[in-house]
């Protein structure tokens, strides 16, 4: 089946740090997305990618999607302590299914 | 926002129980909701798309008897995992989306975990 390689699987900075995550898939999606997760609760949209090379940004947050349509990149600036969580990445294929990357878990020092 | 929410947050139950799971959208109608198992310390793993007044569609590897899904109305899906085991145990999260606003964004639910002694 289809699979996503999220990297890094975890990191650890001091607040103010700026983060880069990316995601590589086997297969081509038509939408990237990247969600974020507290413990013990749903993902929550971030980013949504809808077109090869396209860049778009949310607030401190940078996400494009690749031209070959198999990877993905989101970037954090100037991180700060609500940042915490995991960070996933998804592809959107055919049917509205959602595969996720195995997810980074963010940590930062204050 | 669309907003999905789910029943019981947390459940506890014995091994060989049912448990049912519910999972509803508060504002808007969803044809299809999605049904994933997110064990701990890892992904989300789609188990099933349970479509509104028709059979639920199961990923490879997931039993369908085992993981029942009734979908009977534009605003309710429920997963029921029948005769739990100890392996079954895991936090369950659905999601849903809105057509009228987006034909790709889905909204999660917080989860319900699921502790099967």
């Known amino acids: 089946g289809q699979q996503l390689n999220q990297s890094p699987q975890s990191m650890f900075i001091q607040e103010g740090e700026d983060v880069s995550m990316n995601c590589t898939s086997s297969?081509?999606?038509?939408?990237w997305l990247w969600y974020k997760q507290d413990p013990g609760e749903g993902p929550v949209l971030l980013i949504a990618l809808y077109k090869a090379g396209e860049l778009t940004s949310n607030g401190r947050l940078t996400a494009q999607f690749g031209i070959t349509r198999k990877d993905s990149f989101l970037n954090i600036s100037a991180s700060i302590p609500s940042d915490v969580g995991i960070y996933f990445c998804a592809g959107q294929g055919g049917a509205q299914k959602l595969v996720f990357g195995q997810g980074t878990r963010l940590t930062i020092n204050p | 926002g669309a907003v999905v929410s789910q029943h019981p947050s947390r459940v506890i139950c014995k091994s060989g129980t049912s448990v049912k799971i519910e999972c509803r959208s508060l504002d808007f109608q969803a044809t299809t909701m999605f049904w994933y198992r997110q064990f701990p310390k890892q992904s989300l793993m789609l188990m099933a798309t349970?479509?509104?007044?028709?059979?639920?569609?199961?990923e490879q590897g997931v039993e369908k008897d085992k993981f029942l899904i009734n979908h009977a109305s534009l605003t309710l899906s429920t997963l029921t995992v029948t005769s739990a085991h100890p392996e079954d145990s895991s936090f369950y999260i659905c999601?849903?989306?809105?057509?009228?606003?987006?034909?790709?964004?889905?909204?999660f639910g917080p989860g319900t975990r699921l502790t099967v002694l």
């Open positions: 349970s479509n509104e007044g028709s059979k639920a569609t199961y």
């Open positions: 999601s849903a989306g809105d057509p009228m606003t987006s034909d790709i964004e889905q909204f």
């Open positions: 297969s081509i999606f038509n939408t």
